[in-house]
């Protein structure tokens, strides 16, 4: 309990210590080897990615001031969820959280693909026309709020040792920056990385604006939930350097690539595309 309380009075610079350490180390990174040639120049992108970011941040403590960290806490001294009810040992318990609130992750993000209402939200983090690490906290401020929602619920069902919480909020974000990075792995190192976590190869898979593409990949950080599930696509059929990213129809940088632009972006036309109702088959398939 002492530890659990030290966790959620330091929550906030522990956090802010990991984004800004994977930040610089990604951004390093995509300088040196780098995958694909940027449209946008870099400041402009993150200008207004990073803008975003900082904006959704302070809108989260405003609400949320404990955060996760906060309702994890609030759970545990209350014997709220499975793994506080059943007093769970820490060894089992601490792991157990970590891979069950990121199959929550998984489950919210194949969600806002599939209900036509949340994908509007959920344009803004693929109208991106480029990829790299600042598209990884690219979110509309409403998708960030309900996503705490869901996490709080998440968390008040389970009853994660506070600990988990914290290493799974630093996991997932350092997870979330390093596979949206425009950086070049080699084939090899990809293909047995991406057994132990998302890598950029197979996360930018789920950016390319081939719907079929789009609606595969939707793990940030473990891997093995899009393999379970059946939606688990290798590579994009364009190559990862043909490949176009993005949103058909969506490209005026105004509307995806300047804040104003990006705010605004769910209450543009139709909702048009790849949501559950919207597939078809012709009868002469043969
Ligand atoms: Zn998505
Ligand atoms: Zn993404």
Known sequence: MELDRWILGHEAPIRLGFFFGTFLVMAVWETLAPRRARRLSRLVRWTNNLGLVFFNSFLLRLIFPAAAVGMALFAAEHGWGLLNHYAVPFWVAAPLAVAALDLVIYLQHVLVHAV????????????????????????????????????????????????????????????????HGNVRLPARVDRVLRWLVVT?????????????????????????????????????????????????????????????????????GPVTGYTINRRQWSDDRG
């Not at 690219?138 to 600990?163: C, T």
């Not at 940030?220 to 393999?227: A, H, I, S, V, Y």
């Not at 993005?246 to 543009?268: D, K």
Request: charged share 20%; glycine share 8%; hydrophobic share 45%.
């Open 116 to 179: 036509p209402l949340l994908w509007r939200l959920h344009r803004v983090h693929h109208a991106d026309p480029d990829f790299d690490v600042t598209t990884g906290a690219r979110f509309h401020p409403l998708e960030i709020l309900l996503s705490m929602l869901i996490k709080f619920a998440a968390i008040a069902v389970l009853g994660p040792p506070v600990v988990a919480v914290v290493v799974f909020e630093v996991l997932l974000n350092a997870t979330a920056m390093f596979n």
């Open 200 to 268: 950029p190869d197979m996360h930018r898979v789920h950016h390319s604006v081939e719907d079929d593409e789009t609606n595969s990949n939707f793990g940030f950080n473990l891997p093995w939930w899009d393999r379970l599930f059946g939606t688990y696509r290798a590579q994009p059929r364009g190559g990862h350097e043909g490949m176009t990213i993005g949103i058909r129809g969506f490209t005026a940088p105004r509307e995806v690539s300047w804040l104003p632009g990006m705010l605004w972006l769910p209450m543009r």
